[in-house]
């Protein structure tokens, strides 16, 4: 079976700070990984995801993620937080072990102060 | 290109009464799904369709939930009748095919709530 864990349901950062959102899966499989973000009354927009190779991935708006095997880990950064970054973010994982199935982590919400 | 779109975008209904949602994929997506949300969760698999075909609804709760996929485009999920725990974000999605890799992109939601 997999799962996903974020840590910290609420995260505060003052604008042009470091953004860091921690995500932790367990998968019995080579995984498959997601990061998604929901701004308010939307639904979720793809930031970036790891498939295969790299394990540093770049995604939208400035957001990359690294792949880390031995900590199982996918955390989430951005250099310098922008007010426009405020919304939940949700880390989420497929693999062939969960019938394909995508299960995401319970979200974060980002909350970007001047 | 148009995203995915879901109909109504809001609703208020009495329990024991009916519901339904609609939702338009992207299109030429062959894959849809219909997730549930619940207030400060991730979202949740209720149940993926392959073009017309249900391949995964071990999730959808049978004795009040059901969903129809005609002609493999839009999608109906339907609640009858509604319980106040069903009050939540119903979100669909939809993805170009059925690997692993694929991204699913979805739509608004349906902010349902039951009184």
């Known amino acids: 079976a997999q799962s996903v864990t974020q840590l910290g349901s609420h995260v505060s950062v003052s604008e042009g700070a470091l953004v860091l959102l921690r995500c932790n899966y367990s998968?019995?499989?080579?995984?498959?990984l997601f990061w998604y973000v929901q701004y308010p009354n939307q639904g979720l927009q793809l930031l970036l995801k790891?498939?295969?190779?790299?394990?540093l991935v770049k995604g939208i708006n400035g957001f990359e993620a690294e792949f880390k095997k031995s900590e199982t880990s996918f955390h989430l950064t951005k250099p310098s937080a922008h007010m426009s970054d405020a919304a939940e973010y949700f880390c989420?994982?497929?693999?062939?072990?969960?019938?394909?199935?995508?299960?995401f982590g319970a979200g974060t919400q980002v909350v970007v102060t001047p | 290109e148009a995203g995915v779109v879901q109909s109504p975008r809001y609703k208020i209904i009495e329990k024991k009464q009916p519901v339904a949602f609609w939702c338009n994929p992207i299109?030429?997506?062959?894959?849809l799904y219909w997730y549930l949300q619940n207030l400060g969760q991730g979202p949740e698999l209720l149940i993926r369709?392959?073009?017309?075909?249900?391949?995964?609804d071990s999730q959808l709760p049978k004795d009040r939930f059901s969903a129809e996929r005609l002609k493999g485009v839009d999608s109906t999920l339907k609640i009858q009748p509604a319980e106040l725990g069903d009050s939540a974000v119903y979100l669909c999605?939809?993805?170009?095919?059925?690997?692993?890799?694929?991204?699913?992109?979805f739509g608004p939601g349906t902010r349902l709530t039951v009184l």
């Open positions: 998968s019995s499989v080579p995984p498959y």
């Open positions: 790891y498939t295969t190779g790299a394990t």
């Open positions: 989420a994982v497929i693999s062939t072990d969960s019938w394909g199935k995508l299960q």
């Open positions: 299109s030429g997506h062959n894959t």
């Open positions: 999605a939809s993805s170009l095919g059925t690997g692993l890799t694929d991204t699913q992109y």
């Open positions: 369709y392959e073009n017309e075909e249900a391949v995964d």
